[in-house]
């Protein structure tokens, strides 16, 4: 079993001069999912190299078993430091995709070609795509094999507008996840904020929020389990 995993490589929080990135407990928690069951993962980003960790999610409060273990884990580290380039990445060879998120793939994987490309191509390869928290963002572009959004008629879920506006960021952010996903037709549902929920629909796979990654994860593992 193989795992591509896509993060993000933006650090800014548009124009308020702070720093954003990845959110640690959502690479994490999946990444120990996949890799306890045995799976060889892979990590890319745009730029290729170590890609920008939100520093909020490394603080005291937003630490889990998981990104404790991530952070004392020397081989995790060395794969997190040298990410592939991901336009030089395909869906070939891998089994599945999963995308972490954290504010910054609304401003670099959600415009990204190579990202919807590789998306659109995994899917209709017959392969599964999980995504988590703003991550469901990086499917505004993509478009099912018709034409029409990827999303339109499908169950989806993804950080809330109501999570955004908890976190200060609805008048920062490009665009909001919750909104963006409505627009394009998907069928969006949710739970309490920051309350674990997964969706599943067909090869598609997504989580609401943080605490939705190794859920999420878990779901995507299982259907992998069960082919």
Known sequence: ?????????????????????????????????FKDAGAEVVLASPKGGRPPLDPKSSEPGSQTDATRRF?????????????????????EGFDAVFYPGGHGPL?????DPASIRLIEMTLRAGKPVALVC????VLRHAKAPDGKPLVEGKAVTGFTNTEEEAVGLTAIVPFLVEDELTRNGGVFSKAAD???????????????NPASSGPAAERLQQYLDDR
């Open 194 to 208: 920051w309350q674990p929920y997964v969706v599943g629909d067909g090869l598609l796979i997504t989580g609401q």
């Open 107 to 111: 401003w670099d994987l959600a415009e």
């Open 1 to 33: 079993m193989k795992i591509l995993m896509v993060l993000t490589s933006h650090d800014r929080l548009g124009d308020t001069g702070r720093k954003t990135g990845f959110w640690l407990e959502e690479l994490a928690a999946p990444y120990y999912v």
């Open 134 to 137: 703003h991550a469901p963002g």
């Open 71 to 91: 952070e004392a884990d020397g081989e995790a580290n060395a794969a997190l430091s040298n990410t592939s380039r991901l336009d030089g990445v395909t869906h």
